[in-house]
């Protein structure tokens, strides 16, 4: 079974507007991590936000917001007012208990129009 | 803090030639990862070190690949006779893990060595 599933190959969405990519995972560890990595085509992995199992508020940072739904086991990505920067693949990963290697699903390409 | 520093950047080599890459980590960082992502997948874990220990390698690490980090600092992903099947993006991360201040599991990204194998 796939540890980490997001649904969504491509999205678009219009300057400006909010966005949210989806990723629901699986883990039976009480202890865990989520994060959101955007991928530009330069390759380069860049970490925009990190959510823990016991943390009991989204976490934001800036215009990124996490969206964690515990019973649901899903961990989706807001990204608010849209910039053509935005445009890249976005990966979300999870660590399982103090394990740290990252799993990842197999990314969201979002496309920012003007 | 200059980021996660890799080299080459790109690197096409012909089957069954042995290739190296050098991943230099953040300067306070004593966790190192190896990731390899193919095209149209997520990166997938192939080992880490906690300074200059080797601490799980995962089954993707065939007895083809060799990874060190001999001073704790940078580290060194060896392929030894190279097949087509290896060509791929080879990921370098680093995080600080068990320090005040940090949780340790954010980890910070390279900008990768792609390896073409013709």
């Known amino acids: 079974a796939q540890k980490i599933t997001q649904t969504q190959p491509g999205m678009f969405v219009q300057e400006k507007e909010a966005v949210t990519l989806d990723c629901t995972y699986d883990t039976s560890d009480q202890s865990y991590g989520l994060f959101w990595y955007k991928q530009p085509s330069s390759g380069e992995m860049i970490f925009l936000i990190y959510q823990g199992s016991y943390d009991e508020q989204n976490a934001t940072e800036g215009r990124y917001s996490l969206n964690f739904q515990k019973a649901r086991k899903s961990a989706n990505l807001v990204i608010s007012a849209s910039q053509l920067g935005d445009s890249a693949m976005y990966f979300c990963a999870m660590r399982e208990g103090r394990v740290t290697p990252l799993v990842f699903g197999k990314g969201t390409r979002l496309s920012v129009i003007a | 803090d200059t980021g996660v520093s890799q080299n080459p950047r790109h690197k096409i080599t012909k089957r069954g030639q042995n290739v190296t890459f050098r991943c230099d980590p953040i300067s306070e960082h004593n966790r190192l990862y190896w990731y390899r992502q193919t095209l149209g997948q997520g990166p997938e874990f192939l080992t880490y070190f906690q300074n200059e220990a080797q601490l799980e390698k995962s089954r993707l690490l065939s007895d083809r690949f060799s990874a060190e980090r001999p001073k704790g600092s940078f580290s060194t992903l060896e392929i030894q006779r190279t097949e087509q099947g290896d060509s791929a993006m080879y990921l370098c991360?680093?995080?600080?893990?068990?320090?005040?201040?940090?949780?340790?599991?954010?980890?910070?990204f390279g900008p990768g060595t792609r390896l073409t194998v013709t």
């Open positions: 991360a680093s995080s600080l893990f068990g320090l005040p201040g940090s949780s340790g599991y954010e980890q910070y």
